[in-house]
């Protein structure tokens, strides 16, 4: 006799392999806090600064993976086993390199260029992304960074035009116009899944929470 229970658990467990498995681990029940604050209000303003916060927790973990493959490349190579002056300047020189990209900016900006594709954001995209309207399967690498660069600008200066006082910011010229917002707000709903699913998939080790 068949067991009508059963045969609903067996259809469960089959559904439930389709899934994405569940993001647990060390510094991702955080970020994902962040996450969802984002995704549960209606007030687009909160949610791209939710969304953005959410990238730029991810950011540390992005500068600080760059920083460790940038000086693995250096102490690879023969010139490590016999130091001199100039390849310990080299060194010198690539931290002050690599340290420009602990700015907000620029590790916001190395984030959503490493973790996200701009193909899934373009229908969403506001008309003052005028790169990342363009992108489509058939787009460069060229391209597709150009956007990904154009978002990341427009997210900072949106974030720090909404977070700071009036009288106290100056407007670049990249903030995303109050009648275009909507769009603004779903790619980087787009960009900070991505950078979350990056997040989840580096070692834990590595994670900076």
Known sequence: MEDPEADEISDLVLR?????????????????????????????????????KCIEYVAATVVRERQYEDLRKRLLSRDALNPNADYMDGLLNLFEENRVLTRDAEALKLSVERCCDPVLMASHAPKCLKLLTKISPKSSTEERKAA??????????????????????????????????????????????????????????????
């Not at 569940?22 to 909160?46: C, H, I, K, M």
């Not at 790619?187 to 950078?195: D, G, L, T, V």
């Open 16 to 52: 439930a392999k389709k899934l994405r498995p569940l993001l647990l681990g060390q510094g991702l029940p955080a970020v994902l806090q962040e996450f969802n604050s984002g995704y549960g209000t209606n007030n687009s303003e909160a949610s791209l600064l939710s969304y953005v």
């Open 148 to 209: 990904l660069s154009e978002l990341a600008t427009a997210l900072t200066s949106s974030r720090n035009q909404l977070a700071h006082a009036k009288a106290n910011y100056k407007p670049t010229g990249k903030e995303c116009p109050p009648d275009q917002i909507g769009g603004l707000v779903a790619c980087a709903k787009i960009a900070a899944e991505q950078c979350v699913r990056w997040y989840a998939a580096r070692s834990p080790e590595l994670r900076k929470a």
